[in-house]
C-alpha cells in the first residue's frame, strides 16, 4: 500500500511540475519583451531629464559645470541600478528537495495510518482524485 501511496504523490508533484514547465516558455518571452519595452522607455526619460537639467544649470553653473552636475547624476543613478541588478540576481537560498531529505516519510506514514483507519473514505478520494486528474487531461 505504502508503494501506492508514494506513486501517487509523486504523480501529484510530477504535475504540477509539468504545469510550471509548459507555461514557462512564454510567460519568459513576454518579460522579456515587456522588459526590454520599460528599459527603452526609461532611458528616453532619463535623457529627456538629463538634457533638461543640463540647460537649466547652465546659467548657474557655466557648460562645464552643468555637464559635471548631470553626469554626476547620471552615475549615481547608474551605481544605484548596479545595486539594485546585483540583489536581483543573487541566488536564491535553495530550498532542499521533499525527496532528498527524507520528509516524505513522516507524511506517507500519516497517509498509511489514515488509510488503515478509514478504507471506505480513502478509496472514495483515490477515486475521485483519479477522475478529476483524468478530466484536467482531456481538458489540455
Do not use: Y
Not at 513522516?106 to 483524468?134: C, I, T
Request: with cysteine; hydrophobic share 55%.
Amino acid at each position: 500500500m505504502e508503494t501506492v501511496l508514494r506513486s501517487v504523490i509523486l504523480a501529484i508533484l510530477r504535475a504540477g511540475a509539468t504545469e510550471t514547465i509548459e507555461a514557462s516558455p512564454r510567460r519568459l518571452a513576454l518579460a522579456t519583451l515587456w522588459g526590454a519595452a520599460t528599459a527603452i522607455f526609461a532611458a528616453s526619460g532619463l535623457g529627456c531629464a538629463a538634457l533638461a537639467l543640463w540647460i537649466w544649470q547652465i546659467p548657474q553653473l557655466g557648460p562645464i559645470g552643468a555637464s559635471l552636475t548631470v553626469s554626476a547624476l547620471l552615475f549615481a543613478a547608474a551605481l544605484a541600478g548596479l545595486g539594485a541588478l546585483r540583489r536581483v540576481l543573487a541566488a536564491p537560498a535553495a530550498k532542499p528537495s521533499p525527496l532528498a531529505t527524507g520528509s516524505l516519510a513522516p507524511l506517507l506514514g500519516e497517509a498509511q495510518r489514515l488509510f488503515n483507519d478509514h478504507k471506505g473514505a480513502a478509496l472514495a478520494v483515490a477515486l475521485l482524485a483519479g477522475l478529476a486528474m483524468e478530466r484536467h487531461e482531456r481538458e489540455k
